[in-house]
């Protein structure tokens, strides 16, 4: 809802409101941002109008030594003052919104209110993603001048510099199902001289206070997502990338919360920008202790010419509040991610179990061996078989032939059609790996077209896992793409395209640029990916996109808008992915989050875990597998056949439930819930046991309080050799450990595992939580014994008894 009164603006959804109004200078001081201050629809204009005098910084005269705006105003000091957007050079001292290069040298800017629209529909942008509006059925309210109640709704204010003709339009986006408001902004050039545009941001959101704390999310390859909390109380605290893709190194998801924010309770901003270039999020405390907040493009290797009549749109920032802490936060922004950023075919369609060549095979891939790896998936429930990397040019190791996409014709003779029939014939569908942005020097594509490698020209090029970066700031080389993506995507039966990008930027340059617009490079490298993945998107609306940059390099909501899931680390290893995942979780919902079961030892830690808790821990994710199949018993694929049994039948709970994180420390505690919250699974995770630890307790979340439950476990048979050479203690004979007794025993023997069954309300479930049975605690084993060792996992299941209330 956005209502308009006099120069106030106010913008509401459910749960939070938004205030800003125009000051007599034209400038546009921020008001409030904060869970909801009641319903604006039903307050009179003189009510809403008495509220914003309340949120107004009142002025006398300006302190110390600060700028006065000018003389007719001379107690607006904009280095203390609340702004929604702040022009760089008028005595703002702070973090400016944009930056502009002026043609006659000059960097001050000065953005002042001109009007106001106020509409229900969300343009696309020229250049970049953005998010949907969803359906208005239903809905009766018409957008006035000054009003509008529908669930989706946008305000647009333009501005102008005091000094120049150039024009800056702030567009605030408002989603009410899930109270995000997103903004952007854009820049037009209305002179008749070319400008520098040295930073334009995405969304500025001032605080009167200061002592947040902001959490960021950092990493590297098999690394992601690891929250870090640094409180803000003096300085400025930055959070970026200047690796060419959103990066692996710093995700630009943010939060900013109190320090007694929890995961139910306290105030929590989730922060988001949808983009998958070079990001810039900034929290600054200035000397009055206020907080600035700015998000957008790095302006840093930033720059771009406007030539006159050119604009220049920045990526959509998102924005939630909660003050029901981190999960309110985040189940607001995976609806968000859900139902605006995710789109086409696939966006609320089950996504497919499957099972990827790469961990199984590496490079050593060949039509036979895949094609046997596929059946023993398909005998266990696998539905999609991926073939990853290595099928094409002479691509058998990482060195050579990107670029080269046409199939390796002694590896698979009757190419792409071939292998997708055989593999339909199977009952599977049929899934490619691809890395379209990249060239190996070591390919045809490179000998041709040398100058389509990003590079300067004649000088050393630093290279990334032996290969090069398309050009994508080139127009032509895009094109090149799409038609050449096209012709491999149609050359057989392909259902899935795993989409990599698997090095960072170096040597940034855009052969096909011009000296002086070097500086754009980078953004029109992601404007060129954008255009790309549109147009094959749309091209091929059936197919399922993964994203992938070596794991999570690219996880971000500007790839989300065409890719439906993203491969979200090549660490398949279940104790470190609780982390990975985790770090996600706060910002992105599971159904876009890839996880698989791999191989034990693991490939990535050479850690050994069960393959229940690989199982448990991939399946808060989309599931699939990536292990040679062909080389497990039978006992293993039996458990793997139950395992993706279980998760069909509970799919639409894992990848579209609702999540809530639990304790994170020894104890991993997940639980999702449908929506309808009929349905609910947790996962318990141990990291590492303890002797004499018989209590454990789970706490479920999300539930309904006065609904009854049903609540359990899958009881499990436990290996007699997991319990080592204690079996002499039972054993009438001499058992050695890892003797031909020992596993002939193992064949015949097994010893029982702990089964949970309780019925009891929802209340009783998140309030008290379920105490479980014992722990084994080194004194003695029967039934009701919890087999908890290192690295161990439950899975509990709750559903809702008919009978409820
Ligand atoms: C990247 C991906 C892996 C795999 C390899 C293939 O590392 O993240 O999953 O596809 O490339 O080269």
Redesign the pocket.
Known sequence: MIRKIKNIFMLGTPKTTYVFQALPSGHLEHLYYGPLLGDFSEKTDEELLQDAKCLEEKRAFPAGNMISYDQEHMDLTLEDLRLEMSSLGKGDIREPFLEITHADGSVTSDFLFEEARITDEKPEFHTLPGSLFGSREGQEQKCTENFCGERYSHLILTLKDASYDLRLELHYYVFEDCDVITRSSRLVNDSDEAVVLNRLMSMQLDFEDSGYIMSTFHGAWAREMYRSDVPIVSGKIVNSSNAGSSSNRSNPFVMLHREDTTESSGLCYGLNLIYSGNHYEAAEVNSFGKTRFVSGINPQNFSFILSPGDEFEAPEAVMTCSDEGYTGMSLSMHHFVREHISRGVWKHKARPVLLNS?EASYFKINENRLLRLAKAGKDVGIELFVM??GWFGERNG?DCSLGDWDVNRSKLPGGLKQISEKMEELGLRFGI?VEPEMISRRSRLYEAHPDWAMQIPGKPHSEGRNQMILDLANPEVVDYLIAKMSEVFSSGKISYV?W?M?RIMSDVYSPALPPERQGETAHRYICGFYRLAKALTEKFPEILFEG?A??GCRFDLGALCYFPQI?AS?DTDPVMRTRIQQGYSYGYPASVMTAHVSASPNHQTLRETPLDTRFNVAAFGTLGYELNLNDLGKKELDEIRKQIALYKEWREVFQFGDFYRGRFDNIVEWTVVSADRKRGVGMMLQKLTEANHPFEMYRARGLNEGSRYHFYNIAKRHDIRDFGDLINTAAPVHVRQGSILQNMIARFVTMPGEQEEIETNGAVLMKAGVKLQGAYCGTGYNENTRYFADFNSRMYFMEEEKTSR
């Open positions: 790469w990853d990397d990482d790996w795993k990599d698997n992938c070596a794991g491969w090549d």
